[in-house]
């Protein structure tokens, strides 16, 4: 066997090993995932709570430096929740050095991985057949594909770069993905030739679907990208955009970020102002957010310091961003993009902790008790708080009629984490918190069970 290779599995099942202790009662677990050897992992795109796609980046030696190769010719599937993980070899052309953009699934048999061959330029490689098979074309783009997005297994849309005519390809599919057509009814022009669109960047909600520039503009559709008109981002200063993501209520959330802090704002439906719904505490590099569908919730990963996996932390809004809240820290890892496909399933892709240990995992949210905040559902329990005001110490009980594993929050104003415990098995915990240290104001106590989330504020006098 291959002396690096196999020091690179020795490596991974000792980081295996750490994970493993340090995921205990957290939100994430570490599932073995054969990424091309070495990678860091990115996006996990679900389908549903059974089938989701996702691919990792090749790697170089330095931290954050990619290896554009030829050895990046696979992409990963599964068909169980994210328990296990196969591996779909798409690129049996012996092309050029490449790189993937994205591997967008519809179902368990048809996906497309969007790449970009520095010989051939942008292709398109489509299964029908669970990824056993693939046939190519170049998704509708001529110069620079920078997604792809089917609807059902016959209509698709996809975005190019503009070309010297300064106007963005939009195409649609109505075969599958076998043909497409440029749509000529989006001519929408670039501000400059130093205008592109932003790969792998795009929210889909119903018909509408919306996509950002590197210029902060939206290009934004309402009948499945047949028409288009442009929406200015929010006045910031920030340009960077990180993300994009839509909620069940069709209010755009776009983030923007810069060498040392992040911002997220907020387009409500129907609306033309942006609304600043940015955390208090900003400092750091996002790597990770998600609009959980069904809900009002949103969850976003950050750490304050990049190499410090203690720092990376997990916020969470139940209101659309108006509060947040700390709701775990320092897990003993590196998350980092994040989405769901419902309140009880979701990914996180894994960030190498070096060239030495890249990624080969990836996260699946464990159904831990943060399902009663994600979900929003009344937890169904009585809670009891005394005394309220309170200046040395504030007890609490809390009884229901069923046995759960909960976790009890405690968190500042601004949403710092002040205290968490957690209570395994049980229908009934006392716990007494000492508030003498506490700076006098007002405070939120979170119980959260996997069936619902109840609140309470007590003020510190």
């Known amino acids: 066997m291959n002396t690096c290779l196999q020091t690179f599995r020795n490596l991974n099942l000792i980081l295996l090993t750490l994970l493993t202790l340090n995921l205990s009662a957290q939100i994430w677990d570490a599932k073995d995932i054969e990424f091309p050897v070495p990678s860091q992992g990115w996006r996990v795109r679900p389908i549903d709570d059974n089938v989701a796609w996702t691919f990792g980046y090749s790697i170089g030696p330095e931290q954050g430096a990619w290896s554009y190769t030829n050895s990046e010719n696979s992409c990963q599937k599964t068909s169980d929740g994210g328990e296990t993980w196969e591996t779909k070899f798409f690129r049996f052309d012996g092309g050029g050095e490449g790189f993937i953009l994205d ?219 108006s509060t947040w809240n700390v709701v775990s820290t320092g897990e003993g890892f590196k998350y980092g993009y994040i989405e769901f496909s419902s309140p009880q399933t979701g990914y996180s892709c894994e960030i190498p902790q070096s060239f030495e240990m890249p990624s080969n995992h990836v996260y699946k949210y464990n159904g831990s008790p943060l399902s009663g905040i994600l979900s929003q559902n009344m937890l169904v329990a009585d809670v009891e708080i005394f005394p309220n005001p309170t200046s040395d110490i504030l007890n609490i009980t809390v009884t229901s009629e069923t046995n759960n594993d909960y976790w009890m929050l405690i968190n500042d104003i601004n949403g710092k984490l002040i205290d968490k415990r957690m209570y395994n098995n049980t229908s009934m915990f006392k716990a007494s918190i000492k508030t003498a240290d506490l700076p006098a104001g007002e405070y939120l106590i979170t119980i959260t069970s996997k069936d619902g989330v109840a609140s309470r504020k007590f003020i510190k006098r």
Do not use: C
């Not at 497409?180 to 929210?203: H, P």
């Not at 520039?213 to 442009?230: A, C, F, P, Q």
């Not at 387009?267 to 033309?272: A, G, H, M, T, V």
């Not at 790597?287 to 969470?316: E, H, M, Q, R």
């Open 103 to 321: 591997v967008i699934g519809v179902n368990e048999s048809i996906a497309f991985v969007n790449y970009y061959d520095f010989i051939a330029g942008t292709i398109l490689y489509r299964t029908k057949d669970g990824g056993e098979t693939w046939q190519s074309n170049n998704g509708g783009a001529d110069y620079f594909l920078d997604w792809v997005y089917f609807y059902d297994k016959n209509n698709g849309v996809s975005f190019g770069d503009a070309g010297e005519d300064g106007f963005f390809q939009f195409s649609n599919s109505t075969d599958g993905g076998e043909t497409w057509t440029l749509n000529n009814n989006s001519l929408i022009s670039t501000i400059d030739s130093s205008e592109y669109g932003i790969s792998s960047y795009f929210a889909v909600k119903d018909s509408s679907i919306w996509t950002p520039t590197s210029y902060g503009r939206i290009l934004h559709s309402v009948d499945k990208g047949v028409n288009w008109n442009v929406i200015l981002g929010p006045v910031s200063s920030m340009t960077d955009v990180w993300g994009i993501s839509v909620d069940d209520n069709h209010n755009l959330i776009l983030i923007l970020f810069s060498d040392t802090n992040f911002e997220i704002h907020m387009l409500k439906k129907n609306s033309s102002d942006w609304i600043n719904i940015t955390p208090a505490n900003n400092t750091g590099t996002l790597v990770g957010f998600s609009a959980i569908p069904g809900t009002n919730t949103l969850i976003l990963n950050f750490p304050t310091i990049w190499d410090d996996a203690s720092t990376y932390k997990t916020y969470v809004s139940i209101d659309n961003g």
